[in-house]
Each structure stands twice: as C-alpha cells, then as structure tokens.
C-alpha cells in the first residue's frame, strides 16, 4: 500500500526474485564504454534496470512506446521550468523533437534528451541570473495599475529574451512587493498597533536586497541540482508516466526512506512532493512538531525555509530532496517555513524540530455525555493504521486492532448509545489492521479484494466470529482519508453496518513495492561506483468487497455535509496519469443483518439540520471566497491595491483559523495544552471534539439511527 501514514512504511516488501530474472548480460547497446563519464554509465543500467521492471511488474503493463514517452515528456518540461520562467519558445521547440523518443532513448540506453535540456537551462539559468542583479539593483515603482499573471497555466513561454527579461521584472516587483508588506506588518507590530500606509521607501532598498540574497542561494541551487539529478529527473518522468506513485528513488531519497522506516529521522514530521516546481505538503503525521505546532497543513505550500534569525532560501525548483535536507535539524533548533495556503496567504510558520510523540499517533477514544443525562456516545479516533512489525521478542508489538478494541471496551463500559468511529486526515497504514479492524464490528466475512498485476484476485477477510461492538454506529471520513482508511469505510458501507458521514475521500486504492536496484550491484560487478537506489512501483490495486475500486473516485458517503476543503484540488483524480477506477466481480458476502436504517430519511433529516446550521453555514461561504480568490491568479504590482488584497485574504484566512481544529486541516494554530497535565491536555482534547460541528451532527445521526419509525430492513 505505502501509504503516507509512517509505519505503513515499515511494511514495505522488497522483490527479491526480480533479480533473479535480470541475471545475464546487458544487451549490445548498453555495453559500458570507458570513455562515457561515471554518471552516464551508471545512466545506462539504470535505464535498462528500471525499463525491465516498470514492463514486467507494474500494474498497468504500460508498454514503453510513444504514447508513454509523450507523457513522460510532458512531465520532464513540468519538472525542468513548470513556471515557465527560462526556456525560450525556440527551447522549446528543439526539445519537443524528442517528445516521442524517450522509449527509443531508454531502450538504446543513448540518452540525448537530458544532456541537451540541461545544457539549455543552464545557460538560460546563468542569463537570467544576471537579469535579477541588475532588475534588483534599482527601484520599483509601486504606483503603477499592472498586474503579474501567477498561474503559469495560464502563460505560454517567452519568444524573446526581452519578454523573459519583462516577465522576470514583473516576478521580482510582486515578490520585492510581499517583502515591503512584511516589512510594514513588522514594523507596525514594533510600534504596537500603527495603522495605515507606513511609507514605502525606507523598507524598499531593505526588500531588494532580501529578495537578491534569496535568488543568490537559488541559482546556486539550480546549478548545482541540474548537474547532480540530471539523470534521476528524466528516470522519474518516465516513472511518473506510468501513475503518480511509481517513482525512481535515487540513493539519497532510499537513505532517508529507510530511516523514515526506522522513526528515527529528526525534523518536522510532514511529508512533501514536489508539484509543478513548488513544494506541497502532503500529510502531516501525527504526534509530529509540525501536528503539535498546528499551523502547516496539507495542500499548503513551501515557498521558503529558514533557520531562525537567517535569511530564508528559496525552495521553488529545489525539488524535495533539498527541501528536506533544508527542513531537517538537530532536535530542539527552529525551522521557519514561509508557506502559501491554498486561499493565498502567505505566513511564516516557526517549527521546533523533535521526534515525534508517539501517543498523538495511537488510537484514542472519548466518551461524548449529552446535557439531559441520557446514555453517551462513544468516539474513536484512528489517526493510521499502525502496526510495529519490527517487534522482537515473545509478545506481539503494539497495533491499531488491539487498541481499538480496548478502546471498544472503555465506551462499552460507559453503556454509549452509539459510536462514532473517525477516519478523517487518515492516510492509510497496514493492510492487516485495516481488515482486523473492520473485524471488531462484523462477524466473519471479505472485507476487501486485491488484484495483483498478474491478474489474479485475492479476497482478503476477517475470520475472527467475535465481534466487539454491535450497536449503531457512524463512520466519519473527509479528502484526506486515504487508502487503508478507504478500505475500511467502503467494507463497512458495502456491509450497511455504518453510516458513512462526512466528504468524498482521497481515492488512493493502489499498492506499491520498493524494489532495491543495488542487489543487481552486489551480484554484477560492473564497475558502477556508488549505489544505484530503489525503484517504488505500484504492483497492486484494491476494490471493495460489492467490486467496485477504491482507486480515483475513492468512498462516496452516504451523508455529505459541507466540504472544508471543496475548493481544494486535492485526492487521486487531480493527480498526473492516475490509474483509473473499475470494477471487478462482487465477492460473496452477507449484509449485516440487524435491522438497518433508512439512508434517505437519514440524508433528508440531516439536510435540514445542516441547513439551518450556521457553522455549516459558515463552512459553504468560506468555501465560496477560498474558489473565488483562487480564481484572482492576477496579482496586483500597485502597493495600495495589494495591501488591500492582503487585508481580505488575511480576513478569510482568520475566519478559517477560528474553526474547529478537530475537523479541519485549515484551522489556525492549536490551543497551548504544554502547560495542563496528561489528564489536563485529554480533557481539553475531548473538549474540541464535543465542539466539531461534524461530531456533533454525527450524534443527529446516530439518534435517528436509534429510533424504530425512521428505520426499515433494508436501505
């Protein structure tokens, strides 16, 4: 599955027998010359490495022909200047003569393409840079009525130098622009509350010169990762063609995949990927600096990264591994990350690198009490799928099955009246714990199916008759939950043992494995120096037990209630090259058999209270501004009219901060509980989730559920 969630990443499996299968000699053309570079011979078995896996292992069995290498060309223009912001249209064109070789390219292992792009970028890189100096070097002017296009969707790439220069003025007039308006807020912070329009000019030369400094280490940067990954970029386009998380894993990026493995690395806690040149946080794990801090989020994104009382360093372009080698840090300094949230504000968001706490990752449970005295609800929080599979030793490690089920134990002690269990911001983790915890709520049966790239179907089921809990129950699920999540609410759905609540999920349905390209080394010596890295490829696809894919569309629920993030275009479907959903044949499986609530009475009781809810109410209007101000992709160069703007977003932004923290991964920092007891901080967690709005109308739920007249035996 390797989902985001960190310990389904100790379950990783290696193929070992491919291996095997790669024993005999290279063909002719991939001889290793002695007068090819170190880098371009290692290119060579990679490429041959990589080729023969992606055709005989993936999913897909995508042939490696034209229609792949026009996609995989598409990706390699994205990752090399998706912003559009250095290739001529002349550069463009040289290049596009290549957009149906690059399985020619891979198959001869005479690799022209990424020599000649990044030739072209570089010396496009070094003219530019002389740009910047001499457009910094002099004022700007603010007053004028221009605007700078910000979405490169939008752009078509320059004919001229002297349109790429014009494009550049107008990049660091907006960007000289956001340092003026931070200098202002600091300088009004300073004086304790001054208002209006401080004055321009004494912050102006101050802005330029940060803005050089940035672009100073960016170039640097540039250069030197256009040189070193010259090779794994054009491997990871033909990678990424097949889907988004089939990926070439150069050496580095294995070191530090291991030691995710391993919960030892330091730093933030959030995973990233690089889109479109920027870098995007993906999931923030739980029990992470980043989770206890509160205020970075998915789908924001990483414009900068700075040690405390330094300059920050440009990210865009650096592509994760140099993101992370920025974020990460001895236990105890600070990292301050200048993020763009999807609403387009812009923050500095200060993090204390640490290890992360465990318990925040663990299942948790509360008991919800209701003002009249009546019997309580129960609550359950899975945060992921956990699993210590490399426990030793003569008892088992600790999993999410077994604390659910004494989770189950303490509410059903407190006699709840139903239970909600919660799925949101879940980004998988274990299989296994996945299907035992589905286990706890049915008697024996399939909870899901697993097709491999051979074909051949696999019906994964609980066969433990024991059942932990039997009474009504609501399963909360929104955008972030993903993969072994979807896999338990969809069982539970296609069950009709739970009322699925909430927003469509993430549609992550896919299984990859990490194939380790250095067991080739350590059977050929070959003369290769330094290791080769791994190959992550999806082998495997899920589907639900009624046949239907968890892949692309993810888990519908049964009760929409108004999205948070529905202006966000996030989950599978808004990924390159996705696999697509399908379905398969049913597997053979009996509905639960206590009498089971009428799901259109349900929806339509829940609709009117949505409706007459204001913090829902609240929720659709914020939504409404986000999509609208995501649509300004104009941005102004006119220094009133952009204080204005800044103004409004910090507005929105504010109000989406005041939400509940519980439901949401746009709300603003959490409450300090540092300074509260164990006990303390637990009771202030219970709190916040007897004030979710999405908790509260789960509770609606469940009393309709409970009551005969609104029930029938069947949906």
């Known amino acids: 599955m390797m989902s985001a969630a960190p310990f389904l990443r100790r379950a990783r499996s290696v193929v070992a027998f491919v291996l095997c299968l790669l024993f005999f000699n290279l063909p002719a053309s991939y001889a290793l010359d002695s007068r090819n570079t170190p880098a371009y011979q290692r290119a060579k078995v990679l490429g041959y490495l990589l080729t023969y896996d992606l055709g005989n292992l993936h999913f897909s069995h995508k042939k490696i022909d034209d229609e792949l290498s026009k996609n995989a060309f598409t990706l390699y223009m994205k990752q090399l200047d998706s912003q559009k912001r250095f290739f001529l249209k002349q550069d463009v064109k040289k290049l596009a003569v290549y ?69 550049w003025r107008k990049i660091l007039e907006l960007q000289v622009l956001h340092q003026l308006l931070n200098l202002e807020d600091e300088a009004k912070e300073q004086t304790k509350g001054g208002k209006g329009g401080v004055a321009a000019a004494p912050f102006e030369k101050t802005a330029r010169e940060k803005v050089l400094r940035t672009y100073e280490t ?61 870098i995007k946080v993906v999931e923030i794990v739980p029990g992470s600096p980043a989770f206890r801090q509160g205020q970075l989020q998915p789908e924001d994104i990483i414009l900068k990264v700075a040690e405390k009382d330094k300059e920050p360093v440009d990210i865009t372009y650096m592509g994760v591994k140099g993101a992370v080698k920025l974020i990460r840090g001895k236990k105890g300094t600070e990292v301050r990350l200048t993020i763009k949230k999807p609403s387009g504000s812009r923050m500095v968001v200060p993090i204390v690198r640490d290890v992360i706490k465990l318990e925040d990752n663990f299942v948790k449970s509360a008991v919800l009490k209701d003002g009249d005295g009546g019997a309580p609800v129960g609550y359950i929080k899975i ?74 179907i696999s019906v994964l089921a609980d066969e433990d008759p024991g059942i932990s809990y039997s009474g009504p129950m609501v399963v909360l699920v929104n955008k972030f939950s993903a993969s072994a999540s979807e896999i338990l609410a969809g069982a539970l759905q296609d069950y009709g043992r739970a009322i699925v609540i909430g927003g469509d999920t993430h549609g992550k349905g896919t299984v990859q494995t990490i194939i380790d390209l250095n067991d080739f080394l350590r059977t050929h010596d070959m003369g290769i120096k330094g290791a080769l890295g791994a190959l992550k490829i999806t082998t495997q696809k899920f589907y639900r037990i009624s046949g239907a894919s968890t892949q692309y569309r993810g888990v519908t629920p049964d009760i929409v209630l108004p999205d948070q993030f529905q202006g966000l275009k996030t989950g599978e479907q808004y990924l390159d090259y996705a696999l697509p959903w399908d379905t398969i044949n049913p597997a053979a499986y009996s509905k639960w058999t206590n009498s089971r609530p009428d799901i259109r009475e349900l929806r339509a009781r829940s609709e009117k209270r949505v409706r007459a809810n204001k913090e829902f ?46 439901g949401g991964i746009h709300s603003g920092k959490k409450k300090d509980t540092s300074h509260l007891s164990e006990e303390g901080r637990r009771q202030a967690w219970i709190k916040d989730v007897g004030e979710d709005p999405y908790v509260r109308e789960s509770v609606s739920v469940l009393d309709d559920m409970r009551s005969p007249r609104k029930t029938s035996a069947s949906n």
């Open 99 to 167: 957009t149906k070789s690059i399985d020619d390219e891979i198959k001869s292992g005479d690799y022209e393409l990424p020599d000649l792009a990044t030739s072209i970028l570089l010396k496009r890189a070094a003219a530019v840079k002389e740009m910047v100096k001499q457009l910094l070097s002099k004022d700007f002017n603010f007053s004028g009525r221009e605007y700078v296009e910000t979405d490169p969707e939008k752009l078509d790439y320059c004919e001229t130098e002297g349109a790429l220069r014009e494009r």
């Open 218 to 278: 960016f170039f640097s940067e540039l250069q030197e990762r256009s040189e070193k990954e010259k090779y794994e970029r054009y491997f990871n386009s033909l990678t990424r063609a097949y889907d988004p998380h089939t990926e070439y894993m150069p050496p580095s990026s294995k070191e530090d995949f291991d030691i995710s493995m391993r919960g030892t690395l330091e730093g933030i806690g959030a995973t990233l990927r690089e889109e479109d040149g920027y």
């Open 383 to 456: 945060p992921a799928f956990y699993r210590d599979f490399d426990h030793t030793g003569g008892n088992a490690g600790r999993n999410c099955t077994d604390d659910v089920r004494k989770e189950l134990n303490k509410l059903k002690a407190a006699r709840i009246r139903g239970l909600i269990l919660d799925l949101r911001n879940d980004g998988g983790g274990a299989l296994t714990d996945a299907i035992k915890t589905a286990g706890l709520f049915i008697k024996t049966g399939p909870v899901v199916q697993v097709k491999a790239s051979d074909g051949k």
């Open 617 to 662: 109410a609240d929720i659709t209007k914020e939504n409404e501004e986000l999509i609208e101000m995501q649509k300004k992709t104009l941005q102004p160069l006119n220094i009133d009219e952009a204080r204005k703007d800044e103004e409004e977003l910090k507005e929105v932004t504010k109000k989406r901060d005041s939400g509940n923290p519980h």
